[in-house]
């Protein structure tokens, strides 16, 4: 039994949108055992490796880390899966991030457990109406962020990923470049702020991060005073202010593994609870508010479409193969030309290991 909830995504172009995410219901605890059971045995016999993001349910996370998969962010589960000799990768997350692991790995089959499972800044900025901007403004330099459908990547210029973004961009700031930036406008706005660089928004949002308050943030650091607080970009302006570090998914977790406070405020999806407690069982971690003092739901900052992912929708597509990535070659190579200077970028700018490294013959698309 699914519940059916609605969501309404914006575009600065088709205007008010309504999307809907199906959330499974959770197993009972003999049927929970006895599907990640399957599941394991199913992995093995269809040679498919399992990466899972940050932010799906901790049963798919375990049973990644458990199989010899990956959990981790975005851009690292496309090149991880780009590495591994298994014919199949089975991607846990939303439809962009089994787009990039079939663009760097083409010629793997490439399986989503729920292939409906999208997300709010794709589904924001559709390709035609992306096009359109982009010829409107042909003097600028083109950069998307790494949630973006591949058509939108193959019309970009550079990809980023948040932990990657403010590297870039002050680079073609500094060589004079005029930005053109999409989707996240919370995300656009900070590097713009960090940076100076000229840039034109995209006006879409992640409507998971935009739902955090400043107010309730500020009244919650007065609650726990010693609190270190980290934060996500894509959150409003607000909340990016009251922060002590700023970063993705990756950073967040490196910056509370590297904190001596015992208690840390995180403002992102509650996915990453699981994995944040996992590296740092003896500190205490509490959800930013996404609401006032009235709410039922005081912090409830979890993507519905990631939640899509569970553990019935993943036995489904290993025994039927269904929920596979189909993309068009030439469209993959174009979008992987605009990730690849992302790849070629923080090899030449971070040094010691290239992440492009894993991804052999990328460059050649």
């Not at 049927?31 to 990466?51: F, Q, T």
């Not at 930036?181 to 960090?194: K, S, V």
Request: aromatic share 4%; charged share 20%; with cysteine.
């Amino acid at each position: 039994m699914n519940q059916t909830i609605s969501i309404q995504v914006e575009s600065p172009v088709c205007g008010t949108q309504e999307a809907w995410a199906s959330v499974p219901d959770e197993p009972a605890a003999d049927e929970r055992a006895g599907l990640m059971e399957r599941c394991r045995g199913l992995l093995a016999e269809r040679d498919a490796v399992l990466v899972a993001h940050y932010y799906v349910h901790p049963d798919l996370q375990d049973l990644a880390q458990q199989t010899g998969g990956l959990v981790a962010d975005s851009l690292e589960m496309a090149r991880f899966g780009a590495a591994q000799k298994a014919s199949t990768l089975v991607v846990a997350g939303v439809r962009f991030m089994g787009e990039t692991a079939k663009m760097l790995s083409p010629d793997k089959r490439v399986l989503m457990p729920e292939l409906d499972a999208t997300c709010s800044l794709d589904l924001g900025c559709p390709a035609p109406e992306f096009a359109a901007w982009c010829d409107a403004h042909p003097d600028r330099t083109v950069v998307v962020y790494a949630n973006t459908s591949a058509a939108v990547k193959a019309r970009a210029d550079w990809v980023v990923t948040s932990s990657c973004a403010l590297d870039i961009v002050s680079d073609l700031h500094r060589q004079g470049r005029k930005i053109l930036w999409a989707p996240d406008r919370h995300l656009g706005g900070y590097i713009q702020r960090e940076t100076g660089a000229d840039m034109l928004l995209w006006q879409g949002a992640c409507i998971v991060h935009e739902e955090f308050k400043a107010l309730e943030l500020e009244l919650l650091r007065e609650q726990y005073p010693g609190a270190l607080v980290l934060v996500h970009p894509e959150s409003p302006a607000g909340v990016i202010a009251l922060a002590d570090v700023v970063g993705s998914t990756s950073q967040i977790l490196k910056a509370a593994r590297e904190s001596d406070r015992s208690t840390i405020i995180v403002a992102t999806d509650t996915g990453m609870f699981h994995a944040l407690q996992q590296q740092n069982p003896h500190k205490r971690f509490i959800a930013a508010p996404t609401a006032g003092n009235g709410a039922t739901c005081k912090s409830c900052a979890h993507c519905p479409w990631m939640a899509m992912n569970g553990l019935r929708s993943l036995e489904h597509a290993l025994l039927s193969g269904s929920g596979e990535i189909l993309l068009d070659r030439e469209l993959g190579a174009r979008a992987r030309r605009s990730v690849q200077r992302m790849l070629d970028f923080t090899a030449s700018h971070k040094g010691a290991q290239a992440p492009g490294s894993l991804v052999p013959g990328l460059g050649a698309a």
